[in-house]
C-alpha cells in the first residue's frame, strides 16, 4: 500500500522514512479483536518464508476468546501475548509498580488503572457463573434422587 488510511503517502509520515517492507520494522504489534487478527499476523506476515528467512519480532495483545489460538505460536513465532483483560492488568500492574519506584509521590491517573479496575467485575461474574452452576447441579441431582424413590 502506498498511503496510508487518509490517503497520505507513506514517503510524507517522517516515522516511516526508512521503511520500505515488513522486515524493516524491529517490531511488530498487533492489537486485534477479531478476524483477521494476530492469528493471520503470525501466519502470513511474520512467519519466515513472508519475511526472507528474516527473524521479526512480533508480540500481541488479544481478546479473551482470541488467546487461546494465540498459544500456540509462543514463544515460538512470537515474542509475547497479552491476554485478555486478565493480561492487561497484569501488564498494567507491572507498569504502574515501575512507575511508583521511579517516582513514589506522585499518583497514577486512574486511566492507567483501567484494566485492575474492571478486574472485580470480572470476578463477581465468574464466582456467580461458578455459583449458579454448583445449585443448578444441586438441584438436578436432588431431583434424581426424588424420582428414584418413587
Do not use: C
Not at 526472507?52 to 509475547?80: E, R, S
Amino acid at each position: 500500500f502506498p498511503s496510508d488510511a487518509r490517503s497520505t503517502p507513506f514517503a510524507q509520515v517522517p516515522m516511516l522514512k526508512d521503511i520500505h517492507k515488513l522486515t524493516d520494522f524491529d517490531l511488530l504489534v498487533s492489537v486485534s479483536a477479531g478476524y483477521p487478527g494476530s492469528k493471520e499476523w503470525i501466519q502470513y506476515g511474520v512467519s519466515p518464508t513472508m519475511t526472507g528467512g528474516k527473524p521479526l519480532p512480533f508480540v500481541a495483545g488479544a481478546t479473551g476468546v482470541q488467546t487461546p489460538q494465540l498459544i500456540p505460536y509462543y514463544p515460538g513465532q512470537m515474542a509475547g501475548v497479552l491476554g485478555a483483560i486478565k493480561g492487561a492488568a497484569e501488564y498494567e500492574s507491572l507498569v504502574n509498580t515501575k512507575l511508583r519506584s521511579m517516582d513514589s509521590g506522585k499518583p497514577i491517573a486512574p486511566k492507567f488503572q483501567e484494566a485492575q479496575r474492571r478486574m472485580a467485575p470480572q470476578l463477581v461474574a465468574h464466582v456467580l457463573m461458578v455459583g449458579l452452576i454448583v445449585v443448578g447441579n444441586v438441584i438436578y441431582f436432588a431431583g434424581r434422587r426424588k424420582g428414584a424413590h418413587v
